[in-house]
């Protein structure tokens, strides 16, 4: 079983800040690439960014200069720093972990943390 926890979602007002945590737990063999996504009510889930073993990042282009993502291999944790939060990144935020399990690999999700931005 492999269990991923996010953390750190709530409410904050236009123009705040949140850091969302992310631990991945349970008999992982591998980690590789790590990553956030988000879906906002009655809206498809997009890719927010994502970082590899080796600390490369991709952002989607609503976030490049807003978002910082990064991640400890070392305690198998991915971090989600945002800034200058807008209404539209309202959402439930997911992170996600391709991971080397049980003698398979597979992209492990977890639950969702909502992140709600408003005045």
């Known amino acids: 079983q492999v269990q991923l926890a996010e953390f750190g979602g709530g409410l904050v007002q236009p123009g705040g800040s949140l850091r969302l945590s992310c631990v991945a737990s349970?008999?992982?063999?591998?980690?590789?690439?790590m990553g956030w996504s988000r879906q906002a009510l009655g809206k498809e889930r997009e890719l927010v960014a994502t970082v590899t073993t080796g600390g490369s990042t991709n952002y989607a282009d609503s976030v490049k200069g807003r978002f910082t993502i990064s991640r400890d291999n070392a305690k198998n944790t991915v971090y989600l720093q945002m800034n200058s939060l807008k209404p539209e990144d309202t959402g439930v935020y997911y992170c996600?972990?391709?991971?080397?399990?049980?003698?398979?690999?597979?992209?492990?999700w977890g639950q969702g943390t909502q992140v709600t931005v408003s005045s």
């Open positions: 996600n972990a391709d991971v080397v399990a049980q003698g398979s690999d597979f992209t492990a």
């Open positions: 349970g008999s992982i063999v591998s980690i590789y690439a």
